[in-house]
């Protein structure tokens, strides 16, 4: 089957599949290889020393899968629509919009294993080929850029003229020989700075660099223990992640609701009750957060979020819950409820 007819067949099948955006890159490596060894040289990758491994692989796909030609890149909207009731009260925390339904390596995982069987079923000969969803050492950005499905933007997210940035990525890598689309040449941003005007900490040192150490997305997920003190204050009232860098941006003002019910927003991570999560016991958390992108945090983690954004409401209505994780056995808990209870005041 010609390159051309076969990769159209295997891009109607994605979108049958439900995502919104695919495209086909060259199995090779590309330009931003030199970025990547920087980066990790300054320490932005904070405590995720993952990416750090096996940096070869990350920069090549044919050190991931040996003899590729293709890496096809789909694109699905996580966006859920205006913000919910109760988002910005006192006490109610906030979820970043990707984290609210049910978790997206186990939705696109299972369509991208789909879709790798499709193409796998287009060579009479076999092909090998690996999925991934945020899970292997593939750079997603990197290969949807060289795909055509967007551009980098300044705040580091891959920008789509169609969706904004507001949706995941997924890659099929495949030894089977595919015609590869053009690269995204655009430039979207331009003069454009509000996402890093926008940033609280600073995460944004300039025009498509972040340094994780700073990125509240980064703290409030990733990060072990204790939060610096110093950066509490620009948590704000944010528990799980943080989306300001997009909320800013002017592309996402034509960002498109998704269409996949999987990934619909969960009751339990739209404007959460900060007491309620300071409270969660592991029983509590496990059973509340299953199936949800949101215990990457782990229950330590999430209360101790929790504890940041009551202090940062500086009302005294929640010292007494603060109090009370005082006594806390989590000395992580204790430290931040300590620290809110400066910030809230009252006897």
């Not at 320490?43 to 050190?63: F, H, N, S, T, V």
């Not at 919910?84 to 979820?95: C, L, Q």
């Amino acid at each position: 089957m010609a390159e051309a007819t076969l990769s159209e067949r295997i891009k109607v099948a994605a979108r049958a599949l439900g995502f919104e955006l695919v495209g086909i890159a060259p199995a090779e490596p590309g330009p931003h290889a030199a970025f990547l060894e920087e980066w990790l040289a300054r320490g932005y990758a904070a405590g995720m020393a993952y990416l750090g491994r096996d940096p070869e692989k990350r920069q090549d796909p044919r050190k991931v899968v040996p003899d590729a030609r293709a890496v096809v890149v789909c694109g699905m909207s996580y966006y859920p629509g205006p913000e919910p009731e109760g988002t910005g009260a006192v006490g109610r925390g906030i979820v970043a919009r990707y984290a609210r339904g049910n978790d997206y390596h186990d939705v696109l995982g299972e369509k991208l294993q789909a879709l790798l069987a499709f193409i796998q079923a287009q060579a009479p000969a076999g092909a090998a080929g690996r999925a991934y969803v945020d899970t292997g050492p593939v750079l997603e950005r990197e290969v949807g850029a060289l795909a055509g499905l967007g551009q980098f933007g300044k705040n580091t997210t891959l920008i789509s003229r169609a969706l904004g940035s507001y949706f995941f990525l997924g890659v099929v890598i495949t030894t089977l020989a595919l015609e590869p689309d053009p690269p995204a040449s655009w430039n979207l941003c331009g003069s454009c700075t509000r996402c890093l005007d926008a940033c609280p900490t600073g995460a944004l040192r300039a025009p498509y660099e972040l340094d994780a150490r700073l990125c509240i997305s980064y703290l409030t997920i990733e990060h072990r223990g204790s939060i610096p003190r110093e950066l509490r204050a620009a948590i704000g009232d944010r528990v799980f992640g943080c989306d300001i860098c997009q909320e800013v941006c002017p592309w996402n003002r034509r960002a498109q609701p998704c269409r996949e019910p999987a990934l619909a927003p969960r009751p339990e991570a739209e404007a959460p009750l900060l007491a309620e999560l300071l409270a969660l016991s592991q029983e509590e958390f496990s059973r509340r957060f299953r199936g949800s992108a949101v215990k990457r945090a782990k229950c330590q983690g999430l209360r101790r979020n929790a504890a940041v954004a009551l202090g940062n409401t500086r009302d005294p209505a929640y010292a007494p819950v603060l109090t009370r994780a005082l006594a806390d056995p989590d000395p992580v808990i204790r430290e931040h409820a300590s620290w809110a209870l400066e910030q809230v005041g009252g006897e």
